[in-house]
């Protein structure tokens, strides 16, 4: 059995946290896989963890300066900034990230960070309320705009005794995270020369001039999966409800406010190889549309009629001629999750569902991160851990690459 990062190099850069404990540990887990490790520690790792059992667990010299006479002799931060397949940064705290995200080189961490154009993967770790501070959240969306991958944090007790989002990864995670970044760099043009259809954000079905009816979305999956399949080479139609988000790059955006204009955008947008609807259309619309605001009056509040919208996603999956070879659905569910989602399977026609709880406490709805499980036709379920949605959509497109048979 060929270990899933055979003949790998993994440059490991652990930073100046308490979690850094958990960055020997990340070593063992990364040779266990077959990868080779080399270390660099700041300044601050160093009070957490020592050099020499970095150097021990690796079977490499850890770096940690970088005017080291022996290293720079031969520009060792530029070699150490080439010479591996990926970076991971383990814990990422606060203090890296904002030196990553401004450019910074003013240690040898920090400049094999800017040096390299190596794929890299940050693990954060930090208080929960150094996370949610909004430099912290400013820096993290500059590092992914500039390709940075993520994993974690995650939800869980501080070393301060506090709890909430600061935890870094655990080291399993974060070997997946790494295997999946690496499948997907060495993988490009999966989806090179197939259409591939998404459906994102809310529709908004007007009730007067001024009101209307809709579900809560932010489109974040939707556009997070068109970027993806964009990324991965497919041409990509977006059709998308009404969002505030920047459209993807290299996506042919359709933009439509309700459900029957999503419908038509959908079917004119037809063939197409894969059809994602992970847009969140409003069930119901007002059965009469007036042409003027709805006024207050003594006679309290007026009724309301609806009628039901036309259900996109069994309409796409059930045509009898056209149809996708691939058609996806979303199951947004707020209790039982799978039994729902198999349900909706049966009912729809599609090939897979994506679910997951979108209760008030699970903050998806319209936040970073996601927590999905797929459900195939044939009832099966794979559980997916809590991932940022920008992780979820490359994991969920190279999926759908694998069915399509690219």
């Known amino acids: 059995m060929t270990l899933p990062l055979a003949n790998r190099r993994v440059l490991l850069v652990i930073g100046g946290g308490i979690a850094a404990y958990k960055s020997l540990d990340l070593i063992r887990r990364l040779r266990e896989r077959g990868a080779a490790v080399r270390c660099v520690l700041t300044k601050g790792a160093q009070s957490f963890v020592t050099p020499l059992a970095a150097g021990a667990l690796s079977g490499e010299r850890a770096h940690t300066d970088l005017f080291d006479r022996e290293d720079e002799a031969d520009i060792g931060h530029i070699k150490l900034a080439r010479q ?169 955006v359709v933009r439509v406010e309700t459900a029957r204009a999503m419908l038509a955008a959908v079917e004119a947008a037809l063939p197409a190889d894969i059809a994602v609807f992970a847009a969140a259309v409003a069930d119901w619309r007002p059965a009469a549309e007036t042409g003027e605001k709805i006024k207050k009056g003594p006679g309290g509040p007026p009724g309301l009629a609806l009628t039901e919208n036309p259900d996109i996603l069994a309409t796409i999956a059930q045509r009898a001629a056209g149809r996708p070879p691939l058609v996806v659905g979303f199951a947004a569910e707020t209790q039982a999750v799978v039994d729902n989602a198999r349900a909706k399977i049966a009912r729809k026609g599609c090939d897979l569902i994506v679910a997951n709880d979108v209760s008030a406490a699970t903050g998806v709805m319209g936040g970073d991160r996601n927590t999905v499980l797929l459900v195939g036709r044939d009832g099966s379920v794979e559980t997916w851990p809590t991932l940022d949605k920008d992780e979820v959509a490359r994991r969920l497109v190279a999926r759908l690459a694998a069915l399509a048979g690219a």
């Open 84 to 252: 591996a397949d990926a970076v991971v940064v383990a814990p990422a705290t606060a203090n890296l990230m904002a030196r990553m995200a401004g450019g910074h080189a003013d240690d040898l961490a920090a400049t094999v960070l800017l040096a390299t154009s190596l794929p890299i993967l940050i693990a954060p770790a930090m208080n929960v309320r150094m996370w949610l501070h909004p430099a912290t959240q400013r820096n993290l969306a500059l590092l992914r705009q500039d390709g940075v991958s993520v994993v974690g944090p995650n939800v869980g007790a501080m070393a301060e005794a506090e709890t909430g989002p600061g935890r870094m990864a655990e080291p399993q995670e974060i070997v997946a995270a790494l295997v999946a970044m690496l499948e997907r760099r060495t993988a490009p043009g999966a989806l090179a020369g197939r259409h591939v259809l998404v459906t994102s954000g809310p529709t908004h079905e007007p009730i007067d001039p001024v009101r209307y009816i809709a579900n809560r979305s932010s489109g974040k999956q939707g556009h997070a999966i068109a970027a993806a399949a964009a990324q991965a080479g497919a041409r990509v139609t977006l059709v998308s409800g009404p969002v505030t988000l920047p459209d993807p790059p290299g996506v042919a």
